[in-house]
């Protein structure tokens, strides 16, 4: 089982980025997503989770309006389009899957990956 993300970097306060997560070894449309974040001394929290099928979302509220979560089950891969970046949006961004409903509990989750980071600065 693999999930491996990509897409982080250094962006300007305002800006844009997307994130994508690649599964493998694991029947990925079994599986809800979801996307966490944990910053420099901080527990790692939730910030967006999305269906098996697509179809329903859920977000915490400090990203709610800014990030999207999205899914495309034929390429097994998973993105998080982030726009409107704050500085307290950086850090360590982590997908994981779960075989079962979304959640926005870590400890719910099966599979993660290593993280990519995410920096908003000026």
């Known amino acids: 089982v693999q999930l491996v993300e990509s897409g982080g970097g250094l962006v300007q306060p305002g800006g844009s980025l997307r994130l994508s997560c690649a599964a493998s070894?694991?029947?990925?449309?079994?599986?809800?997503m979801g996307w966490f974040r944990q910053a420099p001394g901080k527990e790692r929290e939730f910030v967006a989770a999305?269906?098996?099928?697509?179809?329903?979302?859920i977000y915490a509220d400090s990203v709610k309006g800014r990030f999207t979560i999205s899914r495309d089950n034929a390429k097994n891969t998973v993105y998080l389009q982030m726009n409107t970046l704050k500085p307290e949006d950086t850090a360590v961004y982590y997908c994981?899957?779960?075989?079962?409903?979304?959640?926005?509990?870590?400890?719910?989750?099966?599979?993660w990956g290593q993280g990519t980071q995410v920096t908003v600065a000026s």
């Open positions: 994981a899957g779960r075989h079962s409903i979304m959640s926005r509990f870590r400890a719910d989750y099966n599979y």
């Open positions: 070894g694991f029947t990925f449309d079994d599986y809800a």
């Open positions: 999305i269906s098996r099928n697509g179809g329903s979302t």
